[in-house]
């Protein structure tokens, strides 16, 4: 008995010890950072909270930002792009477009310093828009109708049981406006493209990563290999190792893709500013 104890203690060391070996032998170096599906504001705020511990984590000397997205809603676009450009005053960070990275999607890569895709990625919709339900002659055939105060015109832009009026109409296109200006400012700062020649792309149309790269949206389009090129080279790293460091899947996580989720549907369907490609 005495003698399995004993067996069972050393075990247990060299155990111990090999892992601590491996894990000394495998400190990851690159950050994995995923921006998948729609932009919510669940999803910048975990986003934003994984790209803060990749900047402060001193083992990490650069971060992959993989985007398959097709944007969202228009503030959490622009929070996420602002924590990548603040990360990248401290480390390199490459964004690679997978299937798609549109609108919100892309404007969030634009706080990397180098943007990859594939020859067939879906890249652009540089663009805002405002959208909103409204049943108003529907309303009217059933007899419905909604009781309203207000203290101004405009106060219930959205209604979706009255028609748009001229006035509110005229502030919504000042609203989008000012964030559209805000979108090319930042693409025009980030790939270093003047506005004026912006303009003639960022009219909400889409391009093909081989499109992209002729209209300086992107700078390759040789995927995860030619990001990593590039990681090596700003990074100053011979060898990568990656780690994902998106949360665990828990009760937590789950619970929090169960909010994303009906955040989705909610954005898609309440009065508000998105920069998404639909």
């Known amino acids: 008995m005495k003698k399995l104890i004993i067996y069972g ?10 892992n601590v070996m491996y894990f000394s032998l495998h400190i990851s170096n690159v950050a994995i950072i995923n921006l998948n599906g729609i932009i919510t504001e669940s999803k910048a705020n975990q986003l934003i909270k994984e790209i803060k511990k990749a900047k402060n984590d ?8 993989k985007i398959d997205s097709p944007g969202g809603e228009a503030c959490s676009s622009q929070r996420i792009y602002l924590a990548l450009k603040k990360l990248s ?10 299937t798609i990275g549109a609108s919100g999607a892309y404007f969030s890569a634009c706080g990397a310093d180098k943007i990859v ?3 067939t990625s879906t890249v652009g919709s540089i663009g805002v828009i405002f959208e909103t339900l409204n049943f108003s002659q ?26 748009p009026t001229e006035k509110d109409k005229k502030m919504i296109k000042s609203l ?20 004026k020649k912006l303009k ?4 909400g149309s889409v391009f093909t990563g081989e499109q992209a790269l002729k209209l300086k949206l992107i700078d390759s389009v040789g995927g995860e290999k030619a990001a990593e090129k590039y990681i090596k080279k ?7 190792t990656f780690e994902n460091i998106s949360e665990r899947k828990s009760l937590a996580s789950n619970i929090l893709n169960t909010i994303s989720y009906l955040e989705t549907l909610h954005i898609l369907s309440r009065p508000t500013v998105k920069a998404i490609y639909q």
């Open 9 to 18: 203690i050393f075990i247990v060391i060299v155990v111990f010890i090999i």
């Open 58 to 65: 001193d083992s990490i000397k650069a971060v992959l930002f």
């Open 89 to 98: 005053q401290k480390k390199p960070v490459v964004a690679l477009i997978k």
């Open 117 to 119: 895709a594939y020859p």
């Open 138 to 163: 529907l309303a009217k055939r059933l007899g419905l109708s909604l009781f309203v105060v207000k203290t101004g015109p405009v106060k219930d832009v959205g209604n979706p049981f009255r028609q």
């Open 176 to 195: 989008i406006g000012n964030i559209y200006e805000q979108f090319l400012s930042a693409v025009s700062k980030s790939r270093n493209i003047p506005i």
């Open 200 to 203: 003639n792309i960022a009219d």
């Open 234 to 240: 700003m990074a100053h790293i011979k060898k990568i």
